[in-house]
């Protein structure tokens, strides 16, 4: 039997963009608030990408920097950061006043319904009917009769409230680790994580680190991005800046000060992403910005201190079901006995290429 090798994905994040991003497509964000993919969406705005649309339970500035960039065009989202009350217009504000963009709104419950049905391979899914009396459910925009049905419930048959299910071209995810496969693995606040990246077709993955397999095998339980569903892994330190990342760095608090105060007006927001998106070439390229900029302290004072879990046991005997001589203790035969056996039974089963 040939040994099985695993694909390698890595690649560069300018290329995961041009190689698996597309005009029109829809996308997910497989981070909620907290280790943000802010590389990946600064490399989505770089590439010009138009027409998109995107669905995201908890928005901070990914969100406002995608609508003032023309990136999407139609935005399902349960919830908006603002700074500054009403005094303030946000660059979603802006977008939405001048018709650039289409917000449907959801809440944080009925969104990740969505994601779930989709990645279950449900074609809809039961929500709470508390919300049946808010605009939420009254309303509907671009969505149209695609946002909330009602169905029978066989063992009642009272009316039940469903949202459908939802599986985006693609989804981007930030995580701690990852092997080049693309078995990305998060720990901490996950929130939507894992029914975003299940439900997507594919999943454009950043990690702070590349790591071997084995690591990744040692701890299986925290693998929520699975390779199969991964189309490229991108090694990117620092890749959620500002936003913490349990166990690499914190909330860069003073930073987002100064984007928030930046976004007030559309001149303000497009010096911001002169400076921070469209004269970087990539992720390497910011980090160093910040550090002339700021100063490379500023940067080390985000560190986080180690905090370690206590390890989990996953260990067996491990031992084999047929030694080097291939002979079972357990079935006391050889394999090649093994096989006559079962042929004299007439129970072996040939494979669709004709092997045994």
Same mark, same amino acid.
């Given at each position: ?43 989505? *705005? ?10 995201? !339970? ?66 809809? *899914? ?58 990305? !693995? ?150 090649? !006995? ?19």
């Amino acid at each position: 039997m040939e040994k099985y090798i695993s694909p390698d994905k890595l690649m560069t994040m300018k290329d995961a963009v041009e190689k698996f991003v597309h005009n029109g497509d829809s996308f997910v964000f497989a981070n909620c608030l907290t280790g943000m993919p802010l590389a990946a969406v600064h490399e989505v *705005i770089r590439s010009g990408k138009k027409g998109m649309m995107v669905f995201q !339970q908890g928005g901070i500035e990914e969100i406002d920097l995608l609508a003032e960039a023309g990136t999407v065009d139609r935005i399902a989202l349960a919830y908006n950061f603002r700074a500054g009350g009403k005094r303030i217009i946000t660059p979603l504000d802006r977008a939405m006043k001048e018709k650039r963009v289409k917000v449907e709104e959801f809440t944080n419950f009925t969104l990740l319904s969505m994601m779930k049905a989709g990645a279950m391979g449900y074609p809809f *899914i039961p929500v709470l009917s508390g919300i049946r009396e808010t605009d939420v459910v009254k309303r509907h925009g671009f969505f149209g009769d695609n946002k909330f049905a009602e169905v029978e419930d066989p063992f009642s048959k009272q009316k039940v409230l469903v949202v459908k299910g939802q599986n985006p071209d693609f989804a981007l995810m930030h995580v701690q680790r990852a092997d080049r496969a693309g078995n990305g !693995q998060l720990w901490g606040a996950m929130i939507n994580s894992k029914w975003a990246a299940l439900a997507s077709k594919k999943i454009i993955l950043t990690t702070e680190k590349i790591v071997d397999t084995a690591v990744i095998r040692s701890s299986p339980h925290l693998t929520i991005a699975p390779a199969h569903k991964v189309c490229a892994v991108v090694e990117c330190p620092w890749g959620a800046h500002p936003c913490e990342l349990a166990g690499h760095y914190d909330y860069d608090i003073v930073f987002r000060a100064m984007y928030l105060g930046s976004n007030g007006t559309a001149a303000g927001m497009k010096g911001w992403m002169d400076e921070w998106i469209y004269n970087l070439p990539d992720r390497e390229a910011y980090i160093k910005h910040y550090t002339d900029k700021f100063g490379a302290e500023l940067l080390d004072k985000l560190r986080a201190k180690p905090f370690l879990s206590a390890p989990a046991d996953y260990g067996f005997t491990f031992t084999q079901e047929w030694d080097e001589n291939n002979y079972s203790t357990k079935f006391g035969m050889t394999m090649d !006995q093994f096989v006559k056996h079962l042929e004299e039974k007439g129970v072996l089963i040939e494979s669709a290429g004709g092997e045994k």
